[in-house]
């Protein structure tokens, strides 16, 4: 099914939209689709081919590569993207097991209720088994309406984990197909580096607004040390967010609308997501070294 | 591929932490007893009696007759199963398949450790595993001149492998020998002089003084006989190894004490400086040398 909600009203007379209309942030943004991807034959130069060696029958992805010098600028130039890691099958049912493991494998819920031996009180038969008319009971604590403070006998019980891995081969398919859905979807755009002119963050707002990449930006770059420019001008800003590659993951792409990799970013992912799709098993574990794999 | 399924995609919405669902039918709900219409009323017990009670006797209980586990006598099948050596097969088929992709090497002598580290086989030292077997289904399609070492081997599998000009050997590893050679490098890890790969017990020292089974304590000009009577039984011509280039390598054989090709047992490796050290003491070098 094809989903495109128009913005434009039905009334031909009216032209704005009425000021107290909420919209979901998931409708097609129209101007945001203004841009299509690059052609075969556009003028750019490309800057980085893919290092990796590419299968016979799969075609790199092509992306423009844009600056955030300036807030208004042409793209700088074309990137090859490996498609096996850009243009993977859009499993969703991976993204949403590795979006619940992503939020369960950490939790422990510290729910703790006590048993009918662990509440205090109640040792002594309250009344005797025959005679007094009433039901036979043991103690004042097994259950209600004896007593309201009693015993929980099936209750939550104590800190509890709910730890479990997904294999790494499933978690890494779901950072590509996170990487792919939002490649596919246009929300993913790839930037030379993160220098910024001044460390301004009303010049980031105006340039993600005159550039229509969304609400929340994710800006991701390799190195654990980003320019003093853009950590400045992100540090009061809600909605647009610094990583480094290492901590990229799937829940906090599929959070923020936009996804910007610069280009180191986008080889380091390559190397590291491409990797496994041609290892071995481990013997023991990787932190050991290896001579046959890096 | 790919491509129609993501162009699909562009124009639905945007995929959020609130579009996300598993696939209908991952997530099947539990069975609840005791609740509702169907899960209530018996919850699945039955009508009175044992069953719905809960004192049905033991599994095995035949009402007061002697049951059929005890009417049998013992005897004993399984005895001592969980002492027995096992060893894990590895078919000429798979042998092949893996030199074809370039995981095994058979231009270097094969060895226990590069059919792990090639992922061939799965050794479980601590299950019993003295090492792997060879065994011939897929001795017709076998073509490669590779000088293997194994722990047992059957008849066609030795034959396939002489009659594509390559050498087969039986040696035995001690248990602690095989998980050091499974894995070298944790072994290096901890810091351990390499020991030295101790000699069959009694009823293996047989099988491994054999010709017939090339095993790595017989006689070469026996193994050589042997050779020229398996060419004759199984009727292939016996071909000449040593007017062969590799025959060097072909010809390599580890000491009946030695675990790894180029260390000598008492030698400590050190990984993280990548150095190697070797005793000097009188007493040290005749242990590790006797």
């Known amino acids: 099914l094809f989903f495109s909600p128009q913005f434009a009203s039905s009334f031909s007379s009216e032209t704005a939209l009425p000021p107290n209309l909420r919209l979901p942030s998931n409708l097609v943004d129209p101007d945001r689709l203004k841009r299509p991807p690059p052609p075969e034959d556009s003028s750019l130069p490309l800057i980085r081919k893919c290092d990796a060696a590419l299968p016979a029958h799969l075609s790199p992805v092509r992306t423009w590569v844009d600056t955030l010098e300036s807030k208004d600028s042409e793209p700088l130039g074309l990137t090859e993207l490996h498609p096996d890691v850009f243009a993977v099958t859009p499993r969703l049912d991976i993204l949403h097991a590795v979006e619940t493991w992503q939020r369960n494998y950490k939790r422990i819920s510290h729910a703790n209720t006590k048993v009918r031996s662990e509440v205090r009180g109640g040792g002594r038969k ?84 005159n550039r229509h990449w969304g609400e929340s930006v994710l800006l991701v770059d390799v190195s654990q040390e980003f320019p003093e420019n853009i950590l400045q001008a992100t540090a009061n800003l809600k909605t647009v967010n610094l990583i480094p590659a290492i901590g990229l993951n799937v829940h906090s792409m599929l959070k923020h609308e936009a996804v910007i990799l610069t280009l180191d970013t986008v080889r380091f992912l390559e190397e590291k997501l491409l990797w496994h799709d041609e290892r071995y098993t481990f013997l023991y574990p990787f932190k050991l070294p290896y001579s046959d794999f890096p | 591929m790919a491509g129609s399924s993501l162009d699909v995609l562009q124009n639905l919405p945007r995929i959020t932490l609130a579009n996300l669902r598993p696939e209908p039918g991952a997530r099947k709900n ?93 050794i479980q030292p601590l299950k019993r595993d003295y090492g792997v077997q060879l065994v011939d289904e897929g001795s017709d399609i076998f073509a490669a001149k590779i000088n293997i070492e194994v722990q047992r081997a059957t008849e066609g599998a030795i034959a396939a492998i002489e009659r594509n000009g390559g050498i087969i050997t039986n040696s035995f590893y001690d248990p602690i020998s095989l998980g050091i050679l499974i894995k070298p490098v944790p072994f290096f890890m901890r810091g351990q002089p390499i020991p030295k790969r101790m000699l069959p017990g009694e009823d293996m020292v047989p099988y491994y003084m054999s010709a017939e089974n090339r095993g790595y304590l017989a006689d070469p000009e026996e193994i050589q006989q042997a050779r020229r009577a398996l060419a004759q039984k199984y009727g292939y011509v016996l071909p000449d190894i040593s007017k062969d280039e590799l025959c060097h390598m072909l010809a390599m054989r580890k000491d009946v004490r030695q675990i790894f090709f180029g260390l000598s047992p008492g030698w400590v490796v050190n990984m993280p400086e990548k150095k190697i050290l070797k005793p000097t003491d009188e007493k040290l070098l005749q242990y590790y040398s006797s």
């Open chain 1, 126 to 209: 309250p009344w005797k088994q025959k005679g007094s008319g009433r039901a036979r009971h043991g103690s004042i604590r097994s259950f209600p309406p004896l007593k309201l403070n009693c015993g929980v006998s099936h209750g939550p019980r104590g800190p509890n984990s709910y730890y479990y891995m997904l294999p790494m081969k499933v978690r890494v398919q779901g950072l590509k197909v996170a990487l792919s859905s939002k490649m596919a979807q246009q929300y993913l755009h790839v930037v030379d580096s993160l220098n910024i002119p001044t460390p301004d963050s009303q010049y980031l707002l105006e340039l993600i607004r």
């Open chain 2, 30 to 122: 539990e069975k609840r007893r005791g609740r509702g219409q169907h899960g209530g009323n018996r919850s699945g017990r039955g009508h009175k009696g044992e069953r719905q009670r809960g004192t049905r006797p033991r599994l095995g209980f035949e009402g007061g007759q002697t049951p059929f586990y005890l009417r049998i006598p013992k005897y004993g099948f399984n005895e001592g199963h969980s002492r027995r050596p096992q060893y894990q097969p590895l078919t000429l088929k798979r042998l092949q398949y893996l030199i074809d992709l370039g995981r095994v090497d058979p231009s270097q002598p094969i060895d226990l450790t590069q059919l792990v580290n090639a992922r061939g086989v799965t």
